[in-house]
């Protein structure tokens, strides 16, 4: 039985949900489907300029794992560009990071 997949977090949903070419290509119109947090993954990476550490980190996932995130979102990205797809952006696994006094800000020391 493969093991359950981990939620991934991501700071908020995305501005637009899709990017549609200007004229139709020769072969006709397809689309590709681009997962919230590998747009999240691009964001960190690609817009912000973190390094893979760091943004694996912020989005509750190991490195190797974020790599896999980011290379697949960027062939996705790519796919897209290329062939003149239309790009959605939906679906994936994610949930939004713990705020304020959560499970990690939690003090010992008496009042806040």
């Known amino acids: 039985m493969p093991r359950p997949i981990k ?4 700071q908020g949903h995305p ?3 899709a990017f549609i070419p200007n004229s139709v ?5 397809a689309e590709v489907t681009l997962s919230i947090e590998g747009l999240e993954a691009i964001r ?3 817009f912000q300029g973190m390094d893979q550490e760091t943004a694996a980190r912020m989005m509750n996932v190991s490195r190797p794992t974020f790599g896999r995130i980011l ?3 960027r062939a996705i990205v790519a796919d897209a560009l290329v062939t003149g797809k239309v790009l959605r952006i939906e679906g994936g696994h994610f949930d939004m990071p713990p705020r304020g006094r959560g499970r990690h800000r939690r003090w010992r020391g008496g009042p806040i």
């Open 44 to 46: 960190l990476i690609d």
């Open 25 to 29: 290509p020769p072969w006709g119109t």
């Open 15 to 17: 501005i637009v949900d």
């Open 7 to 10: 939620l991934r977090f991501v």
């Open 71 to 73: 290379a697949e979102a």
